[in-house]
Structure formats: structure tokens, C-alpha cells
């Protein structure tokens, strides 16, 4: 490693020895390994060779509709193998990638879409009703459909390139900081943000999770999470070109489809959300299947609990466990556990990857000591160079180089990050804070417990008191009779296990799953309102 000036005011510890492109990725693989197996989806198969060609002909198909260096192309794709030869066709010609989550509707498409002035969209056949008309998009000038559709060209016809006598156009001559994907965040207010992910910061992550998990082309990784999410195309499919491995596709997350998958396949990595692995364990017949391939259990995007980690450990003791702690706006990871650290450092999220730094600041924007609690802060090459076309944005959310996490958290003198909660999660009661983690962390130990959220509910008295939503497990009957006592049950757990002032003081059962987005994570604004919408009701031995 070394540093290196980047983005005109940056200056980051960058990999010497990598590739200068997304393309590079896709065409080193298909150099070093061009007949072991790149891609599976269902009864579809392809080698790193046949990917590259592939993508090479939708290159030559999107240039023959005009598309260029520096345009954008919206993907409004699932999980499937068009996914991966279209971001790589895109690439492949200097443009812009826009993958989209194929549960938007159509206002957020005609928000994402304009913004971004999209020249083409790359859309599945079901999802046509979801588009704009004309009329709204005025710089959309193709419509590209998987299947069959009125209105838009086959994907098919892209393929047909180059037409006889023509050749493929040489991959575009980019700049690793040029911008190559454009990924729309979720905010929770306004308008989403489009964060511009780069070549350089594109590499940089693969090669960390390639470096931090030990990946090689012998491995094989199952993608369960959706492609269009920053962990899908970073952890999943870029890292996997970088290392020449497979890639097996999952359309949609079933847990009994999924183990059923990594058996076949032989998978040896994953990135899931902790959710996912939950619903494994459940499987009755988790046990049955031969899972002694699988080394690396990658998770991120909400806490693991810790008794998810120790059932985990009791029925794969050779699955190494690692946290990963990032965003779209860090280009996926910024901490990685260590290999065989997880049981000792359950309650951090790892170390600080080679070329990010990782700092925590106060109101004041100042460097707080080991231990102490503050903003997160991340610096590297990875990190976004900001949000397309939203100079306000950028300027608020970046400070020389670091990208504001807006999570609260503390680094101890070892180097090991802990997450403490988002910042507009933790709860105020009376001036105490309360790390909503922390609660839910007891909660899980729960046998009753499949999963928890905890939210801050208004409080006249108070501010905010602490209110926990609990889907309970399968066998865990809830009727009117029963509800009481459960409650009662969960709060007596707490009582024994946490400080008083965070026990919660009311709960929500359940026996349908907690709201998630199209990634996987809990959706915890949903469940803020509905706290919030809830009687204010101060329980009398807690005034």
C-alpha cells in the first residue's frame, strides 16, 4: 500500500498492485481462468470466458444505440444472470450503471430515473408497468426488456451484435475515479441520494474482501441478497470476478432453497444479513445437509445476536464468522471481523480494513479518545466521491475525505470498531442514553424471541421510554390470554440483565416478521411511527 492523491483534496492509502476498472475485473478473470465457472442461476451456467463474451456483445448493442462514455443505463433487474453481463457490459463502455431495486414503484423510478438522466433502461418484462411514460422521462431514449414486451426492444436483439462485418468497440479508456455506479440510497426523508461509486473505490473493496476472507478462485459464494444493493454487486459479484470464483444466484432468499444450493455448489462464502442465517437454523432439517465446504459466514447490515453466533458455532464449528461494517457510501466495507475473532470481539464489528481510516468525532468535530463514544467517520479510497448531482448533500455529509456514518459509536485501543447504535435510534429517557443494540442483544437470548426491534416511544414525562417490537418464535402461542404473561416474562428477562432505565417498559408482540426493505434491513422508521402513534402510558412502579 501506499498513499495516493485522489479527488482532487483526498489523500488515501491505496493497493499499488490492481486492477484500474470494473472491466478489468471481468477481463482478468476471464485471462487467468477462462473455462472455470463464473456465473450459475437455475439451470444456466457460464464460464469466465463465455461471461466476458456475453458482456461484450451487450457492449457492442448498447453502443449501437448510442451509448457512450459517461451515460447512464438504468438496471432494473432481480437476481439473475443478465444482471451480472449487463453491469459488466456497461462497464465495458465507460458508462454509468443505475441498478435500481426491482420493489421500487413508480414514482421512485421516475424520481431515480430523471435525476440521473438515464438514456437507457434494462428492465425485466413484469416490471414494464412500473415505468414512466415517454412523457415524463425526456432522456430516456431506449427501453431494453428481458422477456417479451410492448414498448421495448428484446434483450435478445443485444445480443445480435456486433453485425457482421463490424467488431466489438475496445473497453473504454476510463479513469479509476470516474464514477461507474450510481446507487440510490434510501433516505429517510426527502428524496433518495444517488451515491457515486467509482472504479477506484469498486476495486479497492473487492480486493479488501478478497484480502480479509482469504477468496481465491477455488471458492464459490451464493448470492441471497439482491444484486442491485451495494453488498450484492461489491461483496458478491465484483469480489468474485476479482477472484475468479462462482457466483451462484439465488432469484429470491428461501432458507430451505438456499441450503439446498450451497450442498449442490459446494459454497464456501456468503455475505447475508443476520436475519438470513436465522432462518436457516430453523430449517428442521438444517443438519441433513452436507455444508463442509462452507469456511466464510460473512454478515453485515444489522447486528448478529450473540445467540445466533454461539447456535452457529455449536452446528458448523468450521464456518468462520465475520462481521462486515460499511454502507453504499463506503462502497461496502470499511471493518472486517478477523478470521477466528468473532467469539471473543461478538459486540464490535472488526478492525479497520487496510487502506480506510476510521475515526470518531464529537458535536464539535473533534477526535474523541479510545472508548469514547461519538460519530463514526470513514476515510479511504472506497468511499463515494458524493451524491450525483447534490452538491448540498455532499458538502453536509463529507468533511476532508471522511463520509459522515451518522452512526454512534467508539473505537477501543486495540483498533476494534464498536457500533453503539444509529444516531436517531438511540433513546433519550430523562437524559440517560440508551443503545437500542444493547436491548435487543438480551432480548435474542430469549428462546420465545425469532427476532426484536427497539424504538424510542414518546414520552410526556420522560422525553422517550423504551418500547420493543418481538416476533416470537414458531410454538410460542399469542392470544389474548397469553400476551400478558409473555410480556411480563420479557420484561423480568430484561430486568435481571440490563440497568433499569433500559428494560423496556411496553411491548409489541407478534407473529409476523418484523418490516424489512428490499435488502433485508429492519426497517426501523416504520416502527418509530407506529410507537409513536401508540397511547402515551406511563407504567406506575416506572414514573
Given at each position: 500500500m501506499r498513499l495516493e492523491s485522489h479527488f482532487g483534496d483526498r489523500v488515501v492509502r491505496c493497493f499499488v498492485d490492481r486492477p484500474r476498472s470494473v472491466h478489468a475485473l471481468l477481463a482478468n478473470a476471464a485471462a487467468r481462468h477462462p473455462q472455470r465457472e463464473a456465473l450459475v442461476c437455475g439451470p444456466e451456467r457460464f464460464t469466465w470466458q463465455q461471461l466476458h463474451d456475453v458482456s461484450s456483445r451487450l457492449a457492442a448493442g448498447l453502443a449501437a444505440r448510442g451509448v457512450g462514455a459517461g451515460d447512464r443505463v438504468a438496471m432494473l433487474i432481480g437476481n439473475r444472470n443478465e444482471f451480472v453481463a449487463t453491469l459488466f457490459a456497461i462497464a465495458h463502455l465507460g458508462a454509468i450503471a443505475v441498478p435500481i431495486s426491482i420493489r421500487e414503484q413508480t414514482p421512485g423510478l421516475r424520481y431515480m430515473l430523471n435525476d440521473c438522466a438515464a438514456v437507457v433502461v434494462v428492465h425485466e418484462a413484469d416490471l414494464a408497468d412500473r415505468l414512466p411514460s415517454s412523457a415524463d422521462l425526456p432522456s430516456l431514449r431506449t427501453r431494453v426488456s428481458i422477456g417479451a414486451c410492448q414498448g421495448s426492444e428484446g434483450f435478445s436483439s443485444l445480443l445480435a451484435h456486433p453485425q457482421p462485418g463490424a467488431s466489438i468497440p475496445a473497453p473504454a479508456p476510463v479513469k479509476e475515479e470516474d464514477v461507474a455506479v450510481i446507487m440510490y440510497t434510501s433516505g429517510t426523508t426527502g428524496n433518495p441520494k444517488g451515491a457515486t461509486l467509482t472504479h477506484l473505490g469498486i476495486v479497492h473493496s473487492s480486493m479488501h474482501y478478497q484480502i480479509g476472507m482469504g477468496l481465491t478462485e477455488n471458492d464459490a459464494s451464493i448470492a441471497a441478497v439482491p444484486l442491485s444493493h451495494v453488498t450484492?454487486?461489491?461483496?458478491?459479484?465484483?469480489?468474485?470476478?476479482?477472484?475468479?470464483?462462482?457466483?451462484?444466484?439465488?432469484?429470491?432468499?428461501?432458507?430451505?432453497?438456499?441450503?439446498?444450493?450451497?450442498?449442490?455448489?459446494?459454497?464456501?462464502?456468503?455475505?447475508?444479513?443476520?436475519?438470513?442465517?436465522?432462518?436457516?437454523?430453523?430449517?428442521?432439517?438444517?443438519?441433513?445437509?452436507?455444508?463442509?465446504?462452507?469456511?466464510?459466514?460473512?454478515?453485515?447490515?444489522?447486528?448478529?445476536?450473540?445467540?445466533?453466533?454461539?447456535s452457529l458455532a455449536r452446528t458448523l464449528p468450521r464456518l468462520t464468522l465475520m462481521n462486515c461494517y460499511g454502507s453504499t457510501e463506503t462502497t461496502s466495507p470499511a471493518t472486517l471481523m478477523p478470521q477466528g475473532e468473532t467469539a471473543a470481539h461478538s459486540d464490535t464489528v472488526g478492525r479497520t480494513l487496510g487502506c480506510a481510516d476510521i475515526a470518531v468525532f464529537?458535536?464539535?468535530?473533534?477526535?474523541?479518545?479510545?472508548?469514547?463514544?461519538?460519530?463514526?467517520?470513514?476515510?479511504?479510497?472506497?468511499?463515494?466521491?458524493?451524491?450525483?448531482?447534490?452538491?448540498?448533500?455532499?458538502?453536509?455529509?463529507?468533511?476532508?475525505?471522511?463520509?459522515?456514518?451518522?452512526?454512534?459509536?467508539?473505537?477501543?485501543?486495540?483498533?476494534?470498531?464498536?457500533?453503539?447504535?444509529?444516531?436517531?435510534?438511540?433513546?433519550?429517557?430523562?437524559?440517560?442514553?440508551?443503545?437500542?443494540?444493547?436491548?435487543?442483544?438480551?432480548?435474542?437470548?430469549?428462546?420465545?424471541?425469532?427476532e426484536c426491534a427497539v424504538v424510542a416511544k414518546p414520552c410526556p414525562v420522560l422525553g422517550e421510554r423504551v418500547h420493543a417490537f418481538v416476533t416470537l418464535r414458531d410454538g410460542a402461542a399469542l392470544d389474548q390470554s397469553t400476551d400478558a404473561a409473555l410480556k411480563d416474562t420479557l420484561r423480568e428477562f430484561c430486568v435481571t440483565r440490563l440497568s433499569d432505565y433500559k428494560v423496556p417498559e411496553s411491548f409489541t408482540l407478534s407473529e409476523v416478521p418484523l418490516p424489512r426493505n428490499a435488502n433485508g434491513k429492519l426497517v426501523k422508521r416504520a416502527l418509530r411511527d407506529q410507537a409513536a402513534a401508540m397511547p402515551a402510558v406511563v407504567p406506575p412502579s416506572r414514573k
Open positions: 450484492g454487486l461489491v461483496a458478491l459479484v465484483a469480489t468474485m470476478a476479482r477472484c475468479a470464483g462462482k457466483l451462484v444466484i439465488m432469484p429470491a432468499f428461501k432458507a430451505s432453497d438456499f441450503l439446498l444450493l450451497a450442498a449442490r455448489e459446494r459454497m464456501t462464502s456468503t455475505l447475508m444479513v443476520p436475519a438470513m442465517y436465522n432462518l436457516c437454523l430453523l430449517q428442521a432439517d438444517f443438519d441433513t445437509h452436507d455444508l463442509a465446504a462452507w469456511r466464510v459466514g460473512a454478515y453485515g447490515g444489522a447486528p448478529m445476536p450473540v445467540a445466533t453466533i454461539a464529537d458535536d464539535a468535530g473533534c477526535e474523541v479518545k479510545h472508548g469514547a463514544m461519538g460519530e463514526i467517520w470513514i476515510k479511504g479510497p472506497m468511499v463515494v466521491k458524493g451524491y450525483w448531482g447534490n452538491p448540498a448533500a455532499t458538502a453536509a455529509n463529507f468533511t476532508g475525505g471522511f463520509w459522515h456514518s451518522g452512526d454512534l459509536g467508539t473505537i477501543d485501543a486495540d483498533g476494534y470498531v464498536k457500533v453503539l447504535d444509529r444516531m436517531k435510534d438511540m433513546i433519550n429517557r430523562g437524559g440517560y442514553k440508551i443503545y437500542t443494540i444493547e436491548v435487543e442483544n438480551v432480548l435474542y437470548a430469549h428462546p420465545s424471541v425469532l
